[in-house]
């Protein structure tokens, strides 16, 4: 069974800094784009950042210039690099990865901006 476990949230204060990782049980070369989203309490979940295969990457645009997204191909490994974390930052981030058999989700990793 193909899973993405994602790791790195945490608590940290505005304006700081975290770096989210999802690692594939599988070679990530499979999966024609990646994607970190992100679900907010009482919000619904949206995108935040998505890579293709060939590196092609989309960010949400209220992240732009803070967050950057990034895969290791060797490592079966996507990253997500958030510089100048705000409190609206503040949610469980979930990694997305999509295939020809279909799309999987990793557990989610809870972020925590304090003010």
């Known amino acids: 069974q193909v899973q993405l476990v994602e790791s790195g949230g945490g608590l940290v204060q505005d304006g700081g800094s975290l770096r989210l990782s999802c690692a594939a049980s599988?070679?990530?070369?499979?999966?024609?784009?990646m994607g970190w989203y992100r679900q907010a309490p009482g919000n619904e979940r949206e995108l935040v950042a998505t890579?293709?295969?060939?590196?092609?990457?989309n960010y949400v645009d209220s992240v732009k210039g803070r967050f950057t997204i990034s895969r290791d191909n060797a490592k079966n490994t996507v990253y997500l690099q958030m510089n100048s974390l705000k409190p609206e930052d503040t949610a469980v981030y979930y990694c997305?990865?999509?295939?020809?058999?279909?799309?999987?989700w990793g557990q989610g990793t809870q972020v925590t901006v304090s003010s």
């Open positions: 997305q990865a999509k295939s020809v058999l279909g799309t999987i």
């Open positions: 599988v070679s990530i070369l499979g999966f024609y784009v």
């Open positions: 890579i293709t295969v060939g590196g092609v990457t």
